[in-house]
């Protein structure tokens, strides 16, 4: 008589683009799988997030998950030039200090990515809008429960697999039962970013953006200025990426985000560095 062999089972918290990336890799490999993701539902569009780059593996790895490998080039941007520039903001100047042309990267809305990823999973692995609060490990060591509830309904469920992955973000919850000891550092700048939509070609921020960079659109640009860069790209769909970093103190942290200013001094250095 032949017997089935059971599945393992992986337990993944977090489904955002590195939670559903593990999860499809262990549904390809024969796992069962289950994604705790604490927001209601998938990402839809909407006029905040941000762009990604993927470099050549990543492209590799991505199309082999999707059925129609060129639905990844329908929804990227190919960037072939990477490029270095330095700003002095008093004298209101800038002048390239690196270009390196053949690079083979692809730009890519983060929801637009989420979303191809995303298409490619079972939809009903996915627990939306439970919140992770505990694991423990069996004795043998063996195997793995973990506890979530669900924001509607406040419903605690537990949940038992051979392997917990993490991938719930930089502050996430699993790491300091693992790794106790392990602290963040601060890189020494804190970063913002967004992604806006030019679909009004002729407006004078547009033309403004097209002539500081005049290569948008198959460019990574690096912008290095006193205190502070910024990367500019292009995204598919009529959209910039943009990131702003600021060198400052290090902030304080307060529950599960970072104080960065307060308001009124955030907004006054916006505009100043700006």
């Known amino acids: 008589m032949n017997m089935k062999k059971q599945k393992p089972k992986a337990i993944v918290v977090g489904g955002s683009i590195a939670g559903e990336s593990c ?19 998938p990402p839809t569009q909407n006029p905040t997030g941000a762009g990604l780059g993927l470099d050549p593996l990543a492209q590799k790895i991505v199309q082999s998950w999707l059925h129609e ?7 990227t941007l190919p960037l072939t030039i990477t490029e270095n520039l330095a700003t002095d903001g ?9 270009r390196e042309e053949g690079t ?35 004795e043998d060591k063996l195997t793995v429960k973990v506890r979530a509830k ?9 949940i038992v697999g051979d392997l917990l992955v993490g991938a719930d973000g930089i502050l996430s ?30 407006s004078e921020t547009i033309l403004g953006i097209r002539k500081s ?22 995204l598919k769909k009529e959209k910039f990426n943009w990131v702003w970093y600021v060198n ?13 200013f307060h308001l009124s001094i955030l907004f006054s250095g916006v505009r100043v560095e700006c």
């Open 90 to 98: 008093e004298k209101k100047i800038s002048w390239v200090i690196g």
């Open 173 to 202: 919850s699993i790491r300091p039962s693992i790794l106790p000891d392990f602290k963040l550092r601060y890189t020494g700048y804190c970063a913002w970013r967004g992604v806006f939509n030019f679909s009004e070609n002729d």
């Open 248 to 260: 400052q103190p290090e902030p304080e942290p307060q529950g599960n985000c970072l104080l960065l």
């Open 104 to 138: 083979k990267y692809l730009t890519a809305y983060w929801a637009d990515l989420h979303g191809l990823i995303y298409n490619t999973l079972p939809p009903q692995i996915f627990l939306w809008g439970h919140q992770y609060l505990s694991f423990c490990i069996s």
């Open 150 to 158: 669900d924001l509607e309904t406040d419903e605690i469920i537990e």
């Open 213 to 234: 960079y005049p290569d948008i659109g198959k460019c990574f640009y690096t912008n290095i200025g006193s205190g502070s860069h910024i990367i500019v790209t292009e």
């Open 69 to 75: 490998p060129e639905l990844l080039y329908n929804n």
């Open 23 to 41: 999860a499809k890799a262990l549904v390809s490999a024969g796992w069962d799988v289950v994604v705790i993701e604490k927001t209601r539902g």
